[in-house]
């Protein structure tokens, strides 16, 4: 029986990567695509990263230096990577058995085969997504989904791999250097609070991790960082899915964000409140939930004149638990209402869903049920958002005039700002790339 190994394939600086797909006039420069409302940078392509741009560096502070270093900067086109990454992963299921997605741009396989043989299948898999898609992807192929992680790495350090690497190589040729370069809070499931602590230990780098014993891992922090140690020894135990956090279900939902433009009276912020509420129902259903708290809030610029920051919150405690995106939507612009300041420019909001339960679970006395959503809302707004794409169909004030490229064409002011937005060439007919022959 052959062994199981772990195979990562995961896109080499996807979202900057999708942009130059349909616009190859950015090969070989360095290009930046920045977060919601062009705020800070949350990508970088190779080039941009050479020129020491940062992640997470605001664009207002960088534009002056970026005109001059010839950085371009784009909006997220989520929508052109969302599309580009569907195509990518069906792609890549056809060459390896047993794909496990495991974020946008990035998914595990885990075949029992011959090492040597998966490479030679990973090197055509990358070729073909190059060709394919147009995007280049790095592999890694190791005994567990952990040193996985750290070969797809070094595949993407060391070009002269090819962009596809194997843990086995790599520990013959380098032995414990190999790990010994790579610091702790770089290794797969360690977090940032945990790599101070680990640090105060002692332990520095992925090795020293790897050479500490598990037990007491388990014992100072959790049988989660207890596995990582198992699995930098080359014991797989991370099962499949575990770290996806997509099935697992959350105590309580969230969902809330900028606006582009600030807002002053309360029936645009009902609008905004009934969106988000929409987009939390959405999450509350697809993990089974019902809810039985709401809470919402909305706070002004903290960089404002001194003394100006508000922050307003309430919530609203729902008479029978619910899924319900009319109730949850009129109990978060409830708690808002008396305290709402019609002479302060809001520039965000949020819903909170609280108080949740499992809806297959939940029983009470007779006349006394959970309000779940009888009419259907909720599902026929999933299934039309399914078919017609997202904020296609809302409710009451959810302001879906589809979402443009320009503020006139969203119908609603304070939706995201995205100046620089590419063309959604894979899902837009009008914004489709044109090839000129001469
Ligand atoms: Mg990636």
Redesign the pocket.
């Known amino acids: 029986m052959a062994k199981r190994f772990m195979v990562l394939a995961?896109?080499?600086n996807?979202f900057a990567s999708c942009e130059r797909v349909f616009d190859p006039s950015l090969e070989g420069r360095p290009v930046v695509v920045l977060s919601n409302n062009d705020g800070c940078v949350v990508a970088r392509s190779e080039e941009a990263k050479r020129l020491g741009i940062r992640e997470g560096t605001p664009w207002f502070s960088m534009r002056e230096r970026a005109r001059l270093d010839g950085v371009v900067a784009r909006s997220s086109n989520y929508e052109l990577y969302a599309s580009l990454s569907a195509r990518m992963m069906s792609l890549m299921a056809t060459f390896l058995p047993g794909q496990e997605v495991y974020s946008i741009?990035?998914c595990f396989f885990s075949p029992a085969d011959d090492e040597r043989r998966l490479a030679a299948i990973s090197r055509r898999m990358r070729r073909a997504t190059l060709a394919g898609v147009g995007i280049p992807v790095s592999v890694g192929i190791a005994p567990t989904k952990t040193l996985a992680k750290v070969t797809n790495h070094w595949a993407k350090r060391h070009p002269e791999s090819g962009g596809v690497a194997l843990w086995s190589d790599i520990e013959r040729e380098y032995g414990d250097r190999a790990l010994a370069e790579v610091s702790v809070g770089d290794v797969w499931g360690v977090g940032r609070r945990m790599t101070k602590k680990l640090q105060g230990l002692g332990i520095v780098t992925a090795l020293d991790l790897k050479r500490h014993d598990h037990v007491d891992i388990r014992h100072r922090f959790s049988i989660l960082l207890e596995r990582t140690v198992l699995e930098l020894n080359g014991v797989p135990c991370v099962p499949d899915d575990a770290s996806a956090n997509d099935g697992r279900r959350k105590g309580e939902i969230l969902c809330s964000r900028m606006f582009s433009s600030p807002i002053t009276d309360f029936a645009r912020m009902s609008q905004a409140l009934s969106v988000y509420s929409q987009k939390a129902c959405r999450r509350l259903r697809r993990q089974g939930s019902l809810c039985s708290l709401v809470s919402a809030f909305c706070a002004t610029s903290p960089f404002g004149p001194p003394g100006s920051y508000q922050t307003i919150r309430g919530a609203q405690m729902l008479g029978d638990p619910s899924n319900d995106p009319l109730a949850i939507g009129k109990a978060a612009c409830d708690a808002l209402r008396d305290r709402y300041d019609p002479h302060a420019r809001y520039v965000r909001a949020g819903v909170l869903l609280m108080g949740l339960r499992d809806a297959g679970r939940f029983t009470t006395l007779a006349g006394l049920e959970a309000n779940k959503d009888e009419h259907h809302l909720g599902s026929v707004l999933d299934e039309a958002a399914r078919k017609f794409g997202p904020a296609r169909v809302g409710i009451g004030y959810g302001g879906i005039r589809g979402l443009g490229r320009n503020d006139d064409d969203t119908g609603a002011s304070w939706t995201m700002r995205r100046g620089m937005l590419s063309p959604r060439a894979t899902t837009r007919w009008s914004e489709m790339a044109v090839a000129h022959a001469d």
């Open positions: 995961d896109a080499n996807f741009d990035e």
